[in-house]
C-alpha cells in the first residue's frame, strides 16, 4: 500500500511567503517520514525564491536542507551560493500552485506541479550555476512536489 500525503487541516493559518511556512513543511514531513521513505531519500540545499515577495516588491528567499527523509534546515537565504539551485517565480505562480495544492487536497493538478511549471523555464526558473547541483531539482522532483503538497495539511494567508 502507497502511503498517503497529508490531508487533515490545521486551524492555524500561516502566512506565504515566510520561513514559517516552509519551517511548517518541513515538520510535517518529518510526521510523514513513510511517504518521503517511499519517494527515496534526498539530499541537497534548495532555494526557493518568490521574485516580488520582500519588501516593496523585492525578491525574497529561503533555503531548505534536505537530508535523507527530512528538511533538516529552514533559513532565509543569506548565501546564494550554499544552495544546490533556486526555484524562483513571482508570488502569483506561487499562490496559484499553492491553492491548486489546498484545492486537490494535497494533490495539484497537472498544470500547478513544480515539474510542469518548470519544464520549460517558465513561470517558475531553475537554476544554478553548477549543470550537476541544478539536476539535483530533477533527480529530487517528486520529494520536492510532496514537500510543498503537505501545505495542504494547513491554511496559508498571502499578502494584499
Not at 528567499?61 to 517565480?89: H, K
Request: proline share 6%; glycine share 4%.
Amino acid at each position: 500500500m502507497e502511503p498517503q500525503a497529508v490531508s487533515a487541516q490545521s486551524a492555524d493559518p500561516v502566512a506565504f511567503p515566510s520561513a514559517e511556512w516552509f519551517q511548517r513543511l518541513a515538520r510535517l514531513m518529518k510526521e510523514n517520514r513513510a511517504l518521503h521513505e517511499h519517494l527515496g531519500y534526498i539530499d541537497c540545499v534548495a532555494q526557493f525564491t518568490v521574485l516580488d515577495g520582500g519588501l516593496r516588491g523585492k525578491p525574497w528567499s529561503v533555503q531548505v536542507t534536505f537530508e535523507e527523509f527530512e528538511a533538516i534546515d529552514v533559513r532565509e537565504a543569506d548565501d546564494p551560493a550554499r544552495a544546490d539551485f533556486t526555484a524562483e517565480a513571482t508570488l502569483a505562480t506561487w499562490r496559484e500552485m499553492i491553492e491548486s495544492i489546498a484545492h486537490g487536497r494535497g494533490r495539484p493538478d497537472l498544470t500547478h506541479t513544480l515539474n510542469y511549471l518548470s519544464h520549460t523555464g517558465t513561470p517558475i526558473r531553475v537554476w544554478s550555476g553548477d549543470p550537476l547541483r541544478k539536476d539535483l531539482f530533477f533527480r529530487y522532483n517528486q520529494s520536492l512536489q510532496e514537500f510543498v503538497n503537505a501545505c495542504a495539511a494547513f491554511r496559508t494567508i498571502f499578502p494584499d
